[in-house]
């Protein structure tokens, strides 16, 4: 899963998250003297009989607003379910308005705040037959969209036909798990723009309230993948017909959408006719919710420092590096730290770069620098980062790529581009909107100057996500470096290495592709589930040491500031963001 926070990926400084991460282990690296973040979680437990209404969190009271500040982050462009694919607008959507098949809650007996799977719109985590290839999941009879109307499993199955349209949705998680596992799999191309209304990928029984997905090939994660909003339901007909959907979605949350200004501000208010009863989940504490996107990095840290009347009831999913000793002493328990399973990686245009050009590169870019100047705080929120897979990951292998870890080296980053085939030149984008990204770039750029390159760096008002991920923009065919962050959808490799490598994926912006590799990839899955995890650990290192396609840069931590009138401040582990569900204002 992406984070929207195109300076994350622009220029590997301040990179946010998609989405299975948190938990405990060993401790990563850190500066002497810093805190500590333990390392995600390798698996996430189960819970299929989990029932509503989610257990109340000591000490919550209702009422109040919570403002919620997203320092250079532009949020969602739009809403609609089945195009969230990035932690900043699925962490709020899946934990407030849209629910799914699945979904996650903070285990309440865990003193590390452990995740959970647990049922959503589902009554259970759902019954597949005995090779993975059938899924059948029976939908609650108690849930309601915001205008009170039952939601049915024909709803539900629209919601997760539309999944396949790959045409309306390029950029949404469909592409690489719809369109890849579902019957039909490459051939239909979904409701919008394969009129084929034979397809039997997805049957739904309104009588028995139930909702069967059958596959192309075996699927045994599919209760994961149940946990995205992709895998829930749509209103019928034009109601739901892209784009505009996006801009009016309908609610079925604890809340709804009372006003969307993409890249600017999200207000929800409370849905009367969610029914916790129907939620093992969530919580519908707050009376409004306020997200500010694109905030002042500077400006929201001294109001999270002030303690006054405006950051009491606040939160903010950054906290800069400049205010990290500060906010260690004023905070205390407020400042949350968490970790999470992902990578933030440059991405070099396979097809015009060499294997010289590409560890040049590695060599040249000015990691600790580049990660100050946006605001990160290095051996804290950021770690240097040596493989595809992030730690804690089931299966990780530990590999340098060149013998050692790749750290700011010009001298060999020169020796390389001498022995070069690839012009010694970089043209790359960065998100000129956020004063952060255009600081980091000017550091990034500074770097590969000193070691021998020379630079084009364009500024782009947009998620340099727009451009990157849309191979006949104009622009991104003049490009030779490229970026994209990561995390995992949840605790495999699965949705690690293919999402990133595999010919044609959406955030292959490297345009990596090799046909052994792509086999590889096909074939795992059907191997063993215990043989699965170090299958992925190893394609990862072999990909990676044979071809080098993509550059890890840093593994991720996260910090998030809390006022101090915000009860229960936590993270959500299961997408590495805060533990909206279960925030409240205390009174």
């Not at 001498?418 to 970089?426: F, K, L, M, W």
């Not at 390159?453 to 622009?475: H, I, M, R």
């Amino acid at each position: 899963m992406r984070r929207t926070k195109p300076l994350a990926v622009v220029a590997g400084a301040a990179l946010l998250t998609l989405a299975a991460c948190g938990g405990s282990g060993d401790g990563g690296e850190t500066n002497a003297g810093e805190r500590e973040f333990d390392n995600a979680s390798e698996t996430i437990d189960k819970d299929p009989e989990a029932q509503g209404p989610a257990e109340d969190i000591e000490g919550a009271t209702a009422g109040g607003t919570i403002t919620v500040f997203l320092p250079g982050d532009p949020g969602p462009d739009d809403l609609d379910p089945t195009n969230g694919w990035s932690v900043t607008g699925n962490s709020i959507q899946q934990a407030l308005t849209s629910r799914s098949l699945t979904q996650y809650k903070r285990d309440p007996e865990s003193t590390t705040g452990e995740m959970i799977l647990v049922p959503d719109l589902a009554v259970d985590l759902g019954q597949p037959n005995e090779d993975f290839t059938e899924w059948t999941f029976e939908i609650r009879d108690d849930a309601t969209w915001e205008d009170g109307s039952p939601i049915t499993a024909e709803e539900v199955a629209w919601g997760i036909n539309r999944s396949m349209d790959s045409e309306q949705f390029p950029s949404g998680p469909g592409t690489e798990y719809s369109q890849q596992y579902f019957l039909g799999a490459g051939e239909y191309e979904g409701p919008y723009t394969d009129k084929n209304t034979d397809w039997e990928g997805v049957e739904f029984d309104n009588d028995a309230s139930t909702v069967t997905i059958k596959m192309a090939k075996t699927f045994p994660d599919m209760d994961y993948w149940g946990a995205f909003m992709a895998m829930g339901p749509a209103p019928l007909g034009k109601e739901s017909q892209p784009p505009a959907y996006g801009q009016n979605i309908k609610s079925n949350g604890p809340y709804k959408v009372d006003s969307f200004r993409p890249g600017d501000e999200l207000v929800l208010v409370k849905n009367d006719q969610w029914n916790p009863e129907s939620d093992p989940a969530r919580h519908q504490y707050a009376d409004k919710w306020v997200f500010k996107f694109n905030a002042d990095g500077d400006q929201t840290d001294q109001i999270m420092l002030s303690d006054n009347t405006e950051s009491q009831t606040a939160l903010s999913t950054q906290l800069g590096s400049s205010s990290y000793t500060d906010g260690s002493e004023v905070l205390g328990d407020r400042l949350v730290q968490q970790s999470s399973q992902c990578t933030s990686f440059l991405y070099p245009d396979y097809e015009s770069t060499d294997l010289n050009w590409r560890k040049a590169v590695a060599y040249a870019y000015p990691y600790e620098d580049a990660w100050q100047a946006g605001g990160e705080v290095p051996g804290v929120t950021r770690v240097p980062a040596n493989s595809i897979m992030p730690p804690g990951m089931s299966g990780k292998s530990d590999y340098f790529v060149d013998g050692e870890q790749f750290t700011f080296d010009p001298e060999k980053a020169k020796e390389l581009l001498a022995e070069s085939d690839t012009p010694a030149e970089i043209s790359m984008i960065f998100y000129e909107a956020d004063p952060l990204a255009v600081a980091t770039q000017k550091v990034i750029t500074e770097g590969f100057e000193q070691a021998g390159f020379t630079v084009k760096a364009t500024g782009v008002q947009e998620s340099p996500y727009s451009t990157w991920t849309n191979p006949d923009d104009k622009l991104n065919k003049s490009l030779n470096l490229r970026g994209v962050n990561w995390c995992s959808d949840w605790p495999s490799g699965l949705t690690m290495v293919p999402p990133l490598t595999r010919t044609g994926a959406t955030y292959n912006t490297g345009f990596f592709s090799e046909s052994a590799m792509d086999d590889r990839m096909d074939e795992i899955p059907n191997m063993d589930l215990e043989e699965q995890a170090e299958a992925w650990g190893q394609l990862d290192e072999d990909l990676s040491t044979e071809f080098f396609p993509i550059i890890p840069t840093a593994f991720r931590n996260d910090l998030y500031a809390f006022g101090s009138k915000i009860g229960n401040p936590t993270g959500d582990g299961s997408i590495g963001a805060p533990n909206y569900k279960d925030l409240f204002v205390a009174q």
